[in-house]
């Protein structure tokens, strides 16, 4: 068995005159929860359509838990929650996931055991008789989760699964893809909520006009901390220094500006400030954010 979940090299589509997606080529590992990320018209919406198999490429190659797309075997191991649903507002919750349950063909027994576990997992369990259409929009956003979960998949796909939740509904839904990515459970992710991202994912890619602009790991954001600092009198002197601590030294405004390579050199640094004399008034870490990467590697230009 593959250890890859996911594996598409190349793809492309296009729609007449229009490029959709040029260039998709990216890797998701099982248990990993990846996150992709881009300005509005960057084209994961068509990419997601694709990785289903609900459109076909122009071109490239792909795979999904090691088969072919379109796979009927294996998107019976595939859930997926797309960001604009419509569900079957005249069904109750338990209802609805019971019809769901009788398209992937479960017996009625697993049934019976699983949709009860699931309501509870997204904090449902007493609203299984309600009918949908007496939900509000972030209870939907959670049986839409639920449904996407009946099937036990190997595989899930989330388009903007926090959309319309309050704080205590998003933590509900990090909790679940933590509970996810325990059972080895692949997840990709697709949200325009990046601290939500920044909070969730393993890593992400970055696209843009359909294709992938760079893959980072979201442990390696957290590795490298710039920080600022300010001593009495800085000189040239003391910036050639603070080279062997880091990189990109600059003094700006008074202020020097570094980038160490983890947080354990914090204390080195300060300890070496002060050993040399240095009258230390500030030194304040700023770990750069994926808001700011967001920025650095896709630019501040929405698509529309």
């Not at 890797?27 to 068509?46: C, D, H, S, W």
């Not at 769901?100 to 576990?117: C, N």
């Not at 880091?246 to 405004?253: R, T």
């Not at 204390?267 to 230390?280: E, I, Y």
């Amino acid at each position: 068995m593959t250890d890859l979940a996911l594996n598409a090299t190349g793809l492309r589509k296009q729609f007449g005159e229009k490029m959709a997606v040029a260039n998709l080529t990216l890797q998701v590992k099982r248990g990993e929860i990846f996150g992709f990320l881009g300005p509005n018209g960057a084209g994961k919406t068509t990419s997601v359509k694709m990785l289903l198999g609900l459109i076909t490429p122009t071109a490239g190659s792909a795979t999904l838990l090691g088969q072919p797309l379109g796979d009927r075997a294996t998107r019976a191991k595939i859930g997926f929650l797309p960001e604009h649903f419509r569900f079957h507002e005249w069904l109750k919750a338990a209802e609805f996931l019971d019809l769901h349950g009788r398209l992937h063909q479960m017996p009625k027994q697993t049934r019976q055991q699983t949709i009860p576990e699931l309501l509870e997992l997204v904090g449902l369990q007493d609203r299984a008789q309600t009918p949908l259409s007496a939900f509000s929009k972030g209870m939907l956003q959670r049986i839409g989760l639920a449904q996407a979960l009946l099937n036990d998949p190997e595989l899930v796909f989330l388009d903007e699964p926090t959309s319309g939740l309050d704080p205590l509904g998003r933590r509900l839904v990090r909790n679940v893809i933590n509970q996810l990515r325990q059972r080895g459970t692949a997840v990709f992710l697709n949200s325009h909520l990046l601290s939500e991202v920044e909070q969730t994912c393993d890593r992400v890619t970055f696209i843009r006009q359909g294709e992938v602009l760079e893959t980072i790991s979201l442990h390696e954001i957290e590795t490298a901390v710039p920080v600022t600092i300010r001593v009495g009198q800085p000189n040239e002197q003391l910036l050639a220094d603070l080279a062997q601590f880091g990189n990109e030294v600059a003094l700006v405004d008074g202020r020097i500006h570094l980038t160490l390579p983890d947080e354990e050199t914090l204390p080195k640094l300060a300890h070496w400030l002060t050993s040399q004399g240095h009258t230390l008034y500030e030194l304040t870490p700023q770990p750069v954010t994926l808001e700011e990467r967001f920025l650095q590697i896709v630019g501040d230009q929405s698509e529309g």
